[in-house]
Antibody, heavy 119, light 106 residues
Framework: QLQLQESGPGLVKPSETLSLTCTVSGGSISDSSYYWGWIRQPPGKGLEWIGSIYYSGSTHYNPSLKSRVTISVDTSKNQFSLDLSSLTAADTAVYHC???????????WGQGTLVTVSS | DIQMTQSPSSLSASVGDRVSITCRASQDISIYLAWFQQKPGKAPKSLIYAASSLHSGVPSKFTGSGSGTDFTLTITSLQPEDFATYYCQQYHAYPPTFGGGTRVEI
């Protein structure tokens, strides 16, 4: 059974960069059938697609976040990562890592990790 | 971006009931529509993709229908484990966008 687990700091300061890692188990991140992505949900608000990456390193980013987002992959560790810069309180959210089937449909989700942006 | 509108935002039902949730897209998305279930503190679970195809392991009590702009998720014979929040997501156009969710309560 495929599992995805997010890890990273739960509290970051405004203007700093958030770095999260997703560790994939029960499957290979190099599987050519899938992308790997990030979705977030601010408390009490809706879900927002952040972006996704292929094992080769090819990426797609939400235009609303593109200037601040970098997603990278480490196939040797079966992990992929999210960096989000210039943080504000509006970036406070639960961040989920996901496996993405063709055409940006999600089949597996991580449980999510709450990241709070506060000084 | 394509706007996704779910209705109702919440509903009350009883064990054994049949419920339907509607999702409307702001433009034609063909069948590029997914549904998933979220319970507090748990990883969301993907239920349906391509409007009506069940993900592996999802019971047939979950049915998706629709195309174009109007879609429906129907759950038959509600069980205690089905009480959760349900979301739709379009992936016809980038970026993928989500409905606001429907909370199914006892």
């Amino acid at each position: 059974q495929l599992q995805l687990q997010e890890s990273g700091p739960g509290l970051v300061k405004p203007s700093e960069t958030l770095s999260l890692t997703c560790t994939v188990s029960g499957g290979s991140i190099s599987d050519s059938s899938y992308y790997w992505g990030w979705i977030r949900q601010p408390p009490g608000k809706g879900l927002e697609w952040i972006g996704s990456i292929y094992y080769s390193g090819s990426t797609h980013y939400n235009p609303s976040l593109k200037s601040r987002v970098t997603i990278s992959v480490d196939t040797s560790k079966n992990q992929f990562s999210l960096d989000l810069s210039s943080l504000t309180a509006a970036d406070t959210a639960v961040y989920h890592c996901v496996r993405v089937m063709g055409a940006h449909s999600v089949d597996y989700w991580g449980q999510g990790t709450l990241v709070t942006v506060s000084s | 971006d394509i706007q996704m509108t779910q209705s109702p935002s919440s509903l009350s039902a009883s064990v054994g009931d049949r419920v339907s949730i509607t999702c409307r897209a702001s433009q034609d998305i063909s069948i590029y529509l997914a549904w998933f279930q979220q319970k507090p503190g748990k990883a969301p679970k993907s239920l349906i993709y391509a409007a009506s195809s069940l993900h592996s392991g999802v019971p047939s009590k979950f049915t998706g229908s629709g195309s174009g702009t109007d879609f429906t998720l129907t759950i038959t014979s509600l069980q205690p484990e089905d009480f959760a929040t349900y979301y739709c997501q379009q992936y016809h156009a980038y970026p993928p966008t989500f409905g606001g969710g429907t909370r199914v309560e006892i």
